[in-house]
T-cell receptor, first 113, second 114 residues
Framework: AQSVTQPDIHITVSEGASLELRCNYS??????LFWYVQSPGQGLQLLLK????DTLVQGIKGFEAEFKRSQSSFNLRKPSVHWSDAAEYFC???????????WGLGTSLAVNP | DAGITQSPRYKITETGRQVTLMCHQT?????MFWYRQDLGHGLRLIYY???????DKGEVPDGYVVSRSKTENFPLTLESATRSQTSVYFC?????????????FGQGTRLTVV
């Protein structure tokens, strides 16, 4: 069965430090991959997506992600974290039909001042 | 306002009662989805709809009913609420433009069943 794994349940970083959130997918020669962010008490918002082309994709709020087929990974990065980045981050993969997505369990990011 | 809105934002109901969560989108997106979010389980798909009058089950449909008589509305009904249905419910919509199309989410409904 298809699955998306986010190995880190919770990460804490200091403000200004770099960030990398891990995501591994399990299916698809050319997967369609997404990163969403959920701020406290809010719905999910798309940060970025990959489905073809350049393996380094840029998103909103200064985030980027790199698709690595050899590692089945789609890790999210940000060079310098701001306190407002504290949120839950979800990686997702297109399930292959009916616009359904397969979701990772999320990584909760805390930012220390 | 344009977008996707859910109502109510918060709801407390008693075990055994029927409750309906509303979802309305103004984009005329073809696809709509209902998810529940629980600690340790992430997002789980309850039901989805590809168009008006077309609905299908997701991962966890038991105890829920949906309908979609109009493109813009996708209500979710708990026929007889149970404590295990205490959760945060998210509605989402998506255009029918291929696999890379993003989903847009409502702000969620926090449902507590007592």
């Amino acid at each position: 069965a298809q699955s998306v794994t986010q190995p880190d349940i919770h990460i804490t970083v200091s403000e200004g430090a770099s960030l990398e959130l891990r995501c591994n997918y399990s299916y698809g020669a050319t997967p369609y991959l997404f990163w969403y962010v959920q701020s406290p008490g809010q719905g999910l918002q798309l940060l970025l997506k990959y489905f073809s082309g350049d393996t380094l994709v840029q998103g909103i709020k200064g985030f980027e992600a790199e698709f690595k087929r050899s590692q089945s990974s789609f890790n999210l990065r940000k060079p310098s974290v701001h306190w407002s980045d504290a949120a839950e981050y979800f990686c997702a993969q297109y399930a292959g039909n009916n616009r359904k997505l397969i979701w990772g369990l999320g990584t909760s990011l805390a930012v220390n001042p | 306002d344009a977008g996707i809105t859910q109502s109510p934002r918060y709801k407390i109901t008693e075990t055994g009662r029927q409750v309906t969560l509303m979802c309305h989108q103004t984009w005329s997106h073809s696809y709509m989805f209902w998810y529940r979010q629980d600690l340790g389980h992430g997002l789980r798909l309850i039901y989805y709809s590809a168009a008006a009058d077309i609905t299908d089950k997701g991962e966890v449909p038991d105890g829920y009913v949906v309908s979609r008589s109009k493109t813009e509305n996708f209500p979710l009904t708990l026929e007889s609420a149970t404590r295990s249905q205490t959760s945060v419910y998210f509605c989402a919509s998506s255009e029918n433009r291929g696999a890379g199309t993003e989903a847009f989410f409502g702000q969620g409904t926090r449902l507590t069943v007592v």
